[in-house]
DNA sequence: TCTTCTTACGCTCGGCGTAAGTATC
DNA sequence: GATACTTACGCCGAGCGTAAGAAGA
């Protein structure tokens, strides 16, 4: 199981061909071919169909390891080098759409940041990598709750803010009148599904038992403007922090009052921060 | 970061020496010393001082990576000839020293199962590794919500029971007789860390902002008699889930008011359980 | 001086590329 | 027959063991 083969079993997986994985990687053909014949033989098990080529049920298994695998792998480098690495001019920070509130943008250092924003799952990955010194994750969570992350690599992680979570209603709905609105009268409602803006309706329908929640529409943009038109439009319902629904048009926000989840922004990074990532770290503490 | 060498260097890590890593492994003295080399080669840092050796700084971020790491690379072999191997007769079910209620033991299959009961954190690596068919974990958690185990692998968790937590108190104890009590107020009492045995107090310190519930003693055995004797004997207080405390001697169980927290068993498996895990499962279910 | 890690050196085996073979469309 | 994966084979380098060297107790 060396990382090298199974990086390029998840080369030719993804792109269906011994001959492209090989020019993607730098290999030829055949060298491709015996990495995954070495591959199958070690595990004892066929893991591609050839012409087509498909992962097998064996392989399937196998690509949901290997990423996770990789991107550990990946990390452990990062963090080892980090170390012994001169500390970079400049400081970046990785943050999901959402997590970007006043607070944060307030302490940031007057100049030398880049802000690179990426979907929630890849925060902790893209600080677990040394892409980025400094992460900041939102999600939904039970008050005072830590997130749930995915546990790529020993990362700290260090609550930043709480707020309240509202949902989105088009105006004139019967609803956006309340003062407050309980989720549970709201899990047959059409929902617009936008995980990379909106907080995620999984985190709901799994708070709901596993029903309801099922999304009328996606939206895989990253745009709270094109969110809220998409509302206003009556295309369903979509759950936000509270301060990032305010003050559009043609939309009202109902916090959310029976199930007592907040809206969570944390911290995160790996070791101890030094420089102006540890300036930041302690200014958002 | 060959799993090799990654793997010779937590021997040596862990035995702090180089031969007798080279004995445990079947390795010569030399060839670990290549390993080392190579491995501090390749990630441009020294990780272990000699003589004595010590992991360096980066040697101890290199050791957090590598035990997951080389358990998620087990994990991955066993997943996929799982699907391959031929089911074995019996069924090994791996359980933390709590999870096992007695709606779990009625569920049982009337012969050929092995129990196999672990710490705690170690129930989803026996499922992933293949040692265990199916695991029992249970732990703390608000109701319904799933418990925060750590992903080694693509594992299916299942929750199969809550029960409310109690305050396991001396006789006498000047809250013994109380209907129920909250936690706040027990923040600076005294407490058993016995993690094998009783609920684990980090959690609740966590719950409570990082303060209190700090141990006056520790109990690292797995005898939940023991513990209600030590708590008999005024040692401190435990929490149990409150089946596990009824009926002995000496010891008053206090159901747990305020913080909703409850014991939760959830089985835990990889991929689809066949044959009498698959039963179990379902039985559980 | 003894123990323990490092370095030197030779051997073997693993792994890659070239090229021929084979199977599927 | 063209395309795409497999197998054969030779070469180079990686990695292990033996053995000598160096450094600390």
Redesign the pocket.
Known sequence: M?P?LLRTFVAVARLA????A?REL??????V??????LEQDLGAPLLT????TPTAAGERLLEHAAPLLLRLDAARADVTRIAAAPAYGLTLAASPTALGARVLAALPPAGVTLRVVARADVPAAVATGTAEIGLVDGLAAPSDPLRLPDVAPLTTHGVSEEPVGVLFPDGHPLAGRDAVRLADLADARWIDAPDTALPLPHLRAANGGHGFRPALRYEGVDVRMLTALVAAGHGLALLPCSAGEGAAGVRVVPLGAPRVVHRVECVYAGVPAGAAGELVGALG
């Open positions: 060396d090298h061909s011994f001959s492209e090989a730098g290999y030829t053909q055949s060298a071919s015996q990495h995954i014949a070495a050839r012409r087509p080529v």
